[in-house]
């Protein structure tokens, strides 16, 4: 692993990579072929040997300028975290015979020897772009699309490029299919918040539901921006959908990040457990309905209550809880319903929690954030211990913080929480909490509350951010009540002139056209 260092972040908007339209139209040039469920695994398979080959590129050019550096020796590559890409493999080579009817088989043969040439990368690449089903015409504008998009090297490489592609696809792919739901890739600005909270420097990291690893590539970034060595954590990963599994091995594979990521159902076949992570990230499926809770009645982890069948939402967050070490933190995103809720006894679950006094902070999320649901998001922060010396003793309290107004709209139906957002948030945990140098923590009116454990008994055993925060101050109206009248009497009064002027050009224009009644 080469040597960690600190770089600036991105304050760029992440809601758009410039290439996510060309992409788009790079899947539809198979669409006639493959339905929509399908393709998409088509297309990000070629990216990645796209993504692969640029970046091996970049580093061949270096060493041809080298004297004594041989651009064909794999060790070259590989003492520098770039992928070998062997000479039957390299984009080059398929561009040149994107249409030739045998192309199928030279993707097949060039993901194999990538694999072949790349331990890490075995059984994870697609290898069936040789099938029948698979129209090769469209396989070669394909190719042609995507050769002539840079998404390997420079700036892009410090991006979750696979995810977000893989995001913005998933709401895409779930339009077309006409249906919402089940799976999502967590925007960038939460993981970021997620994890710009937590603080993941050091220990074991675990996500649970890891979807293409967007959690583990940011914990990366927040290591490396603050001077820390990547070697310092742990990452452990599970995720459910197998060719997402695929996903994000390819994701980490990429950034030469290290780390156990099992496919497999986190609930029935938990690949973890006897893990206990310092910290757990994740974005577990909202309202999750069908996760075989009927199969798990006595299950250990449930210790606050068992979880209802129709809703994971609490079997999430008890399945979080068991994995915490003694002294570890917990970040996560559920739906807004988790809490308040009190059906099939969710209320109770919750209460047990608050009680056990595991929450440390809850914050309300503004809408629009996801690309693939509306569904309104809050975060749960959890401590085992809030007593433990790392910071200031916490106990019988918890922060609430309403971050709905916050964030800007990147388009029409999108909108993400900008640098400065995400520093607020964070500054105003790292002072509750007592973070060294993160100053000192008041509450602010409409925005946080430091609320007691019997001011969240008084409501209910309600975690809803808005209950606690209050409204922001107003500023004082220094104008005087007969001023104010005489402006507003005076715009009403225009407003009428206008109407009645727009009247009469109404009438005058129904007239010349003969309807005068």
């Not at 410039?18 to 070629?46: C, P, T």
């Not at 520093?423 to 993160?438: E, F, L, V």
């Not at 007969?482 to 507003?488: G, N, T, V």
């Not at 206008?498 to 009469?504: G, I, M, P, S, T």
Request: charged share 30%.
């Amino acid at each position: 692993m080469p040597g960690v260092t600190k770089k600036a972040s991105n304050t760029g908007s992440s809601a758009n990579l410039g290439f996510e339209v060309q992409l788009w139209e790079a899947a539809n040039a198979l669409r006639g072929s493959m339905d929509a469920a399908e393709y998409k695994h088509v297309v990000l398979g070629l990216i990645f040997l796209k993504y692969i080959f640029d970046a091996f590129e970049e580093h061949r050019k270096k060493l041809l300028a080298e004297p004594y550096a041989d651009p064909e020796d794999p060790d070259e590559y590989q003492a520098e975290n770039i992928f070998w890409v062997p000479p039957e493999a390299r984009w080059s080579e398929l561009q040149k015979n994107a249409h030739q009817p045998k192309i199928g088989e030279l993707v097949d043969r060039a993901m194999e020897a990538v694999e072949r040439d790349n331990p890490s990368l075995k059984g994870v690449l697609p290898k069936d772009y040789a099938r029948p089903a698979l129209d090769k015409q469209r396989l070669g504008r394909l190719i042609d699309l995507i050769s002539n998009i840079q998404v390997g090297g420079g700036d892009n490489h410090s991006r979750d490029i696979l995810g977000r592609v893989y995001e913005y696809f998933l709401g895409q792919f779930a339009s077309a299919e006409g249906k919402k739901g089940g799976e999502f890739y967590t925007p960038r600005c939460i993981v970021k918040l997620l994890v710009e909270m937590l603080c993941p420097y050091k220990g074991r990291v675990y996500d649970p539901c890891c979807g293409s690893a967007g959690m583990f590539v940011q914990s990366e970034e927040f290591i490396r921006a603050h001077g820390g060595r990547i070697g310092d954590i742990s990452i452990y990963g599970q995720e459910l959908n197998y060719t997402t599994w695929r996903l994000a091995k390819m994701n980490l594979a990429i950034r030469g990040i290290d780390g156990k990521i099992e496919q497999g159902d986190s609930f029935l076949n938990d690949r973890f457990p006897d893990l206990r992570a310092d910290y757990i990230l994740a974005n577990p499926p909202f309202n999750m309905k069908n996760w075989g809770g009927e199969h798990l009645r006595q299950d250990k982890r449930w210790k606050f209550g068992v979880p209802p069948v129709n809703n994971a939402n609490f079997a999430w967050v008890q399945h979080i809880i068991y994995h915490l070490a003694p002294t570890g933190v917990a970040g996560f995103v559920l739906a807004n319903g988790s809490m308040s809720s009190n059906q099939s006894g969710e209320g109770e679950i919750r209460k047990n929690i608050i009680e056990a006094d595991l929450v440390d902070c809850m914050v309300a999320l503004p809408d629009k954030l996801f690309y693939s649901t509306q569904i309104p998001a809050c975060l749960w922060f959890l401590a085992r211990d809030k007593k433990n010396g790392r910071f200031r003793d916490r106990r019988g309290q918890v922060l609430f913080i309403d971050a709905r107004k916050m964030g800007r709209m990147v388009d029409r139906r999108h909108r993400e929480l900008t640098e400065e957002d995400i520093r607020k948030i964070g500054d105003t945990y790292h002072a509750w909490r007592g973070d060294p140098d993160a100053g000192e923590y008041r509450d602010i009116p409409g925005f946080c509350k430091s609320a007691t454990l019997e001011e969240i008994r008084r409501h209910g055993h309600v975690l809803t951010p808005g209950r606690y925060v209050g409204a922001a101050e107003r500023e004082e109206d220094e104008e005087p009540f007969e001023a104010k009248m005489a402006k507003l009497v005076a715009e009403l009064k225009e407003q009428q002139d206008q109407a009645r002027r727009l009247d009469e050009a109404i009438w005058r224009n129904l007239k010349e056209l003969g309807y005068d009644t």
